[in-house]
């Protein structure tokens, strides 16, 4: 049996137990009807279904138990991070595909630029075992490229493309840089000197995206939607420290504690209409401030 079949069933169990518990049958019924669909085996023993269940959380560190109880299949516990919810997202459409013939006319993908995906595992690798890395940079400004040596730290994801946070060694400063910008990527065999203490997740949990601004003070922002936009909002937050405040008919208003950055402003500037800063105020007046520039530039062009 191949591998791409293991892992098939296994997505299968995950998700049929992820919306609530089943019997064993109950799952096997699943696997028999999927089996029936894609053509392969995929239905099991319950020898063989033990032993899924310990793959699953040797995989995807998703505990699933038996609740005498309730008698069915649990996840218990489950440290699933989105890593490993985003793997199993993109199985899911991976199989999809396989499946499907032809699938272009019925599945319109963006089409967008590579963003370096090659260069992940090599830089992953790096930080992993703290080797410095050298690559050839090439910034969005810029006409030419430039040659630099980092200490790796993490990798990030923001609006659908993934940069490298990195301490740059010429000048010592944490910088972000994304990974369609590099080529020419070298492992060297020097280690990093940075300190173990360095907590470099969390120095973004208060700003917007990809941004650090390191002197920055963090603000309590509040925001009023129209409720039809508040809705969206309300289910693809801006950032994790997003809480409503209040809601009626008309107007939904959050709550958001961060650092004001220009790429933060700009996202509130997409939204238009239906949205009002509350506050703080300096934040009012630069939303005010880019709108007037906006009106003066149609009102003279």
Same mark, same amino acid.
């Given at each position: 049996?191949?591998?791409?079949?293991?892992?098939?069933?296994?997505?299968?169990?995950?998700?049929k137990?992820?919306?609530?518990?089943?019997?064993?049958?109950?799952?096997?019924?699943?696997?028999?009807?999927? *089996?029936?669909?894609?053509?392969?085996?995929?239905?099991?023993?319950?020898?063989? !279904?033990?032993?899924?269940l310990?793959?699953?959380?040797?995989?995807?560190?998703?505990?699933?138990?038996?609740?005498?109880?309730?008698?069915?299949?649990?996840?218990?516990?489950?440290?699933?991070? $989105?890593?490993?919810?985003?793997?199993?997202?993109?199985?899911?459409?991976?199989?999809?595909?396989?499946?499907?013939?032809?699938? +272009?006319?019925?599945?319109?993908?963006?089409?967008?630029?590579?963003?370096?995906?090659?260069?992940?595992?090599?830089?992953?690798?790096? /930080?992993? *075992?703290? $080797?410095?890395?050298?690559?050839?940079?090439?910034?969005?400004?810029?006409?030419?490229?430039?040659?630099?040596? %980092?200490?790796?730290?993490?990798?990030?994801?923001?609006?659908?493309?993934w940069?490298? %946070?990195?301490?740059?060694?010429?000048?010592?400063?944490?910088?972000t840089?994304?990974?369609?910008?590099?080529s020419?990527?070298? /492992?060297?065999?020097?280690?990093?000197?940075?300190? *173990?203490?360095?907590d470099?997740? $969390?120095? !973004?949990?208060?700003?917007?995206g990809?941004?650090?601004?390191?002197? +920055?003070? %963090?603000?309590?922002?509040?925001?009023?939607? *129209?409720?039809?936009?508040?809705?969206?909002?309300?289910?693809?937050?801006?950032?994790?420290?997003?809480?409503? /405040?209040?809601?009626?008919?008309?107007?939904?208003?959050?709550?958001?504690?961060?650092?004001?950055?220009?790429?933060?402003?700009?996202?509130?500037?997409?939204f238009?209409?239906?949205?009002?800063?509350?506050?703080?105020?300096?934040?009012?007046?630069e939303?005010?401030?880019?709108?007037?520039?906006?009106?003066?530039?149609?009102?003279?062009?």
């Amino acid at each position: 049996m191949s591998k791409r079949i293991y892992l098939s069933r296994y997505t299968i169990i995950i998700n049929k137990l992820k919306k609530k518990g089943a019997s064993f049958e109950e799952i096997n019924r699943l696997l028999m009807r999927e *089996s029936e669909i894609s053509g392969d085996k995929i239905e099991i023993t319950k020898r063989t !279904f033990q032993r899924d269940l310990a793959e699953i959380r040797s995989l995807y560190d998703i505990d699933i138990q038996y609740d005498f109880s309730q008698k069915v299949y649990l996840i218990k516990e489950t440290n699933t991070n $989105n890593g490993h919810e985003r793997m199993l997202e993109a199985y899911d459409l991976f199989n999809v595909l396989k499946m499907s013939e032809n699938y +272009a006319q019925f599945i319109h993908f963006e089409k967008r630029k590579a963003q370096g995906s090659e260069y992940f595992g090599p830089i992953l690798q790096a /930080i992993k *075992s703290k $080797n410095v890395i050298r690559f050839t940079h090439l910034k969005f400004w810029d006409d030419f490229s430039t040659l630099r040596e %980092v200490e790796p730290y993490l990798l990030k994801e923001c609006k659908g493309r993934w940069y490298l %946070v990195a301490k740059d060694i010429k000048d010592a400063k944490i910088k972000t840089f994304g990974l369609d910008r590099i080529s020419e990527l070298d /492992i060297l065999k020097k280690k990093q000197n940075t300190e *173990s203490n360095l907590d470099i997740e $969390n120095r !973004f949990k208060n700003s917007f995206g990809i941004i650090d601004e390191e002197n +920055a003070v %963090v603000e309590t922002i509040e925001l009023s939607f *129209s409720a039809a936009q508040g809705k969206y909002v309300k289910a693809y937050p801006l950032h994790e420290s997003q809480k409503t /405040i209040f809601e009626s008919e008309s107007e939904i208003v959050f709550e958001l504690s961060l650092k004001i950055s220009y790429d933060f402003v700009q996202e509130l500037m997409s939204f238009g209409e239906e949205l009002e800063v509350l506050s703080p105020d300096t934040l009012r007046k630069e939303m005010k401030n880019a709108l007037e520039k906006t009106i003066f530039y149609y009102q003279n062009n």
